[in-house]
T-cell receptor, first 111, second 112 residues
Framework: GQQVMQIPQYQHVQEGEDFTTYCNSS?????IQWYKQRPGGHPVFLIQ?????EVKKQKRLTFQFGEAKKNSSLHITATQTTDVGTYFC???????????FGSGTKLNVKP | DTEVTQTPKHLVMGMTNKKSLKCEQH?????MYWYKQKAKKPPELMFV???????INESVPSRFSPECPNSSLLNLHLHALQPEDSALYLC???????????FGAGTRLSVL
């Protein structure tokens, strides 16, 4: 079954608008990673979150890990056309030696 | 160098063919992965090699056979595939198991 749920499935925004994608797990995660996959491309690592309540920023991108380590979000401020792609979270459960990818959120940015 | 190289980029094969996908990394990573990705879906883990030993097989059909000849190379041998096996096959590596995964560009496989 689906270990990590991700919403929304699709998001269409006007350039300059903000965007957020959410990941939720029914079980506590030891850590979570975020990847971006451009159309026709391959997943590229963005960030890893490990600590409860952790917040990390990369320019216009803000990543959060929930206090219970069961959810995470990626927020993009003032989207640009270069942000187009599918964003995946990948969570690891304690004592499991693999990451479970979320279903992904496909972001389209209209200029 | 954070590159994972996969060959070939595209592959078309018949259901009776035997072919191999290759993956190479020179980052000194000791964990290597094979993923299968269908259109509009997330990558689906197939195999994990850790220190050149198979550590995870996600119940993949035996028509897919992985091989790790050395710490830099990973192969996926294909035999008697089905049309539903058509997908993007991604290789990834990480410094150790469960670390940051660096993905190759993938092999786009079509089974006729």
């Amino acid at each position: 079954g689906q270990q990590v749920m991700q919403i929304p499935q699709y998001q269409h925004v006007q350039e300059g608008e903000d965007f957020t994608t959410y990941c939720n797990s029914s079980t506590t995660l030891s850590n979570i990673q975020w990847y971006k996959q451009r159309p026709g491309g391959h997943p590229v690592f963005l960030i890893q979150l490990v600590k409860s309540g952790e917040v990390k920023k990369q320019k216009r991108l803000t990543f959060q890990f929930g206090e219970a380590k069961k959810n995470s979000s990626l927020h993009i401020t003032a989207t640009q056309t270069t942000d187009v792609g599918t964003y995946f979270c990948a969570g690891r459960r304690y004592n499991f030696n693999k990451f479970y990818f979320g279903s992904g959120t496909k972001l389209n940015v209209k200029p | 160098d954070t590159e994972v190289t996969q060959t070939p980029k595209h592959l078309v094969m018949g259901m009776t063919n035997k072919k191999s996908l290759k993956c190479e990394q020179h980052m000194g990573h000791r964990a290597m992965y094979w993923y299968k990705q269908k259109a509009k879906k997330p990558p689906e883990l197939m195999f994990v090699y850790s220190y050149e030993k198979l550590s995870i097989n996600e119940s993949v059909p035996s028509r897919f056979s992985p091989e790790c000849p050395n710490s830099s190379l990973l192969n996926l041998h294909l035999h008697a595939l089905q049309p539903e096996d058509s997908a993007l096959y991604l290789c990834a590596s990480s410094q150790a198991g469960l670390g940051i995964q660096y993905f190759g560009a993938g092999t786009r496989l079509s089974v006729l």
